[in-house]
């Protein structure tokens, strides 16, 4: 089992750059391929980005690919997400999510481990 807990959200001004963090205890992080999701409000659950266990894979959704990157660090069982030229529709709470795989999904149902999200805010 693994444990996770985002950081790094808050308020940006259109066109600025955030970065989230995602920190992991319990079972051994590198483990797990690493998933981004987000939520606004009123809509459903959609997929942002993933990462294989050994990041050689990763993937993105159309709405963010070119100004998001996903990372991790296995010695520090973390996993990030830049966010770079931030739009007011990429307001959302942020997920990250963990996959007892070797590639993730963009698929919410996919994924084994949830943390508590983070809030950003992109204001226009």
């Known amino acids: 089992q693994v444990q996770l807990v985002e950081s790094g959200g808050g308020l940006v001004q259109a066109g600025g750059s955030l970065r989230l963090s995602c920190a992991a205890s319990?079972?051994?992080?590198?483990?797990?391929?690493m998933g981004w999701f987000r939520q606004a409000p009123g809509k459903e659950r959609e997929f942002v980005a993933q990462?294989?266990?050994?990041?050689?894979?990763?993937i993105y959704a159309d709405s963010v690919k070119g100004r998001f990157t996903i990372s991790r660090d296995n010695a520090k069982n973390t996993v990030y997400l830049q966010m770079n030229s931030l739009k007011p529709e990429d307001t959302a709470v942020y997920y990250c999510a963990a996959r007892d795989a070797v590639v993730g999904g963009t698929k919410d149902w996919m994924y084994h481990y949830w943390g508590q999200g983070t809030a950003v805010t992109v204001s226009s």
């Open positions: 990462i294989s266990r050994s990041s050689g894979n990763t």
């Open positions: 319990g079972r051994t992080f590198s483990s797990y391929a």
